[in-house]
């Protein structure tokens, strides 16, 4: 299968990438085609809410997003969101490609893509991540993106704590399940 990768912070060697990479030496062992695009690092601007694609068309905006990720969205089979949670949600980059969906919202619905969540935060309490697994469940239902499994890294908030817990082995036996 095709996986595609979004990786959304600006810690190279941070925590929601070391889940991310972990998730692929897994995924990757399993001889899959992984594609790793650092929605950071790319141009993407938030939708403008213009209306002029008609949730099925060109965006007017021919940024990164439009003229790069629509394409490798549109080719993938599975999206893995990997992010650190920011003010208890998805962070303001990863955001801003799940609104871009929209100028495609009816193809990729018809897709039925297949999708990954792996987070990490500071706070190792449910709460801190119930409106970021909210999000992500609401997305996978109007969507209709088969989850396929998260990995929520609880009192993940520097690399060494990260690397002390279960949760890079979980994203690991994640991509291996794929
Ligand atoms: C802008 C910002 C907002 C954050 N908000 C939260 C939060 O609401 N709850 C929490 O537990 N940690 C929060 N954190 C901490 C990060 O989620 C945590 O340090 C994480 O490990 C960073 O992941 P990274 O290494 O992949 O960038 C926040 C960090 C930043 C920079």
Redesign the pocket.
């Known amino acids: 299968m095709k996986i595609l990768v979004l990786k959304s ?3 190279k ?6 889940l991310a990479d972990e998730f692929i030496k897994g995924a990757g062992s399993k001889g899959h085609e992984i594609t790793e695009y650092n929605v950071i690092r790319k141009n993407i601007k938030p939708c403008l809410g213009c209306g002029a694609c008609g949730m099925n068309g060109a965006c007017v905006q021919k940024d990164d997003y439009e003229n790069e990720l629509k394409r490798l969205l549109k080719e993938t089979d599975v999206i893995v969101f ?8 998805w ?1 303001a980059q990863i955001k801003a490609v799940v609104d871009r969906f929209y100028s495609h919202t009816m193809e990729l619905t018809g897709m039925h893509k297949k999708t990954v969540m792996l987070t ?5 309490d449910d709460d ?1 991540f119930a409106v970021t697994k909210a999000y992500y469940d609401k997305i996978c239902e109007y969507m209709q993106f088969e989850n396929l499994g998260t990995v929520v ?1 609880k009192g ?4 060494s ?2 690397a002390g817990t279960v949760y890079p082995k979980m994203a690991y036996e994640l991509g291996l399940s794929i």
């Open positions: 912070s600006g810690n060697n941070g925590s929601s990438n070391m990997a992010f650190p949670v920011y003010y208890f949600g962070p990490v935060a500071w706070n190792d801190t890294g993940c908030g520097t690399p704590q990260t």
